[in-house]
T-cell receptor
Framework: NAGVMQNPRHLVRRRGQEARLRCSPMKGHSHVYWYRQLPEEGLKFMVYLQKENIIDESGMPKERFSAEFPKEGPSILRIQQVVRGDSAAYFC????????????FGPGTRLTVT | GENVEQHPSTLSVQEGDSAVIKCTYSDSASNYFPWYKQELGKGPQLIIDIRSNVGEKKDQRIAVTLNKTAKHFSLHITETQPEDSAVYFCAASRADNFNKFYFGSGTKLNVKP
């Protein structure tokens, strides 16, 4: 059973460009979460989604950030007009419907804004 | 909201010794406490968890204890090995909001051979 997949693993963007991060949850998992990790810090919750629904986006900045989890395909975290402060590791996690308290993390996407 | 504090930030032990990492939380409604191990360049890996109706849980060389009254929980690793070297994170969440994990700031464990 493949784990949570994220791509790309590394992404470099210039200031003002768009960054698009993808996450495929584990097979059978219908809950997806996105976290951001700054260097030397813990993970900070951003958003929680189920298929076609955003359940909780209280940790996501109101501007420039958006997330989706369509009926078909991976979950996408989109950052528009990136700034240097967006440089971080972005992790996706998924959990099964019957044990939503267990979150399994992907390898992360390391975003560098130059 | 919940605030999770983790200590120490770095821990160096000799191979074979025990390591203890401690976390405190602020929200008395929190009732699920997982621990994650993160190796360099990788995502966090769930290693053990505990729910608030249990005071201790053990899995081979790893154990977690929970003191609900004092609102703290600890990770214990016995007979440490070099491959235990990594960053360890504690987290807390509550049953009515399992989706939102609050993470500690991490402990960098170095096991010297």
């Amino acid at each position: 059973n493949a784990g949570v997949m994220q791509n790309p693993r590394h992404l470099v963007r210039r200031r003002g460009q768009e960054a698009r991060l993808r996450c495929s949850p584990m097979k059978g998992h219908s809950h997806v979460y996105w976290y951001r990790q700054l260097p030397e810090e813990g993970l900070k919750f951003m958003v929680y989604l189920q298929k076609e629904n955003i359940i909780d986006e209280s940790g996501m900045p109101k501007e420039r950030f958006s997330a989706e989890f369509p009926k078909e395909g991976p979950s996408i975290l989109r950052i528009q007009q990136v700034v240097r402060g967006d440089s971080a590791a972005y992790f996706c996690a998924s959990s099964p419907r019957d044990r939503i308290y267990e979150q399994y993390f992907g390898p992360g996407t390391r975003l560098t804004v130059t | 909201g919940e605030n999770v504090e983790q200590h120490p930030s770095t821990l160096s032990v000799q191979e074979g010794d025990s390591a203890v990492i401690k976390c405190t939380y602020s929200d008395s409604a929190s009732n699920y406490f997982p621990w994650y191990k993160q190796e360099l360049g990788k995502g966090p890996q769930l290693i053990i968890d505990i729910r608030s109706n249990v005071g201790e849980k053990k899995d081979q060389r790893i154990a977690v204890t929970l003191n609900k009254t004092a609102k703290h929980f600890s990770l214990h690793i016995t007979e440490t090995q070099p491959e235990d070297s990594a960053v360890y994170f504690c987290a807390a969440s509550r049953a009515d909001n399992f989706n939102k994990f609050y993470f500690g700031s991490g402990t960098k464990l170095n096991v010297k051979p």
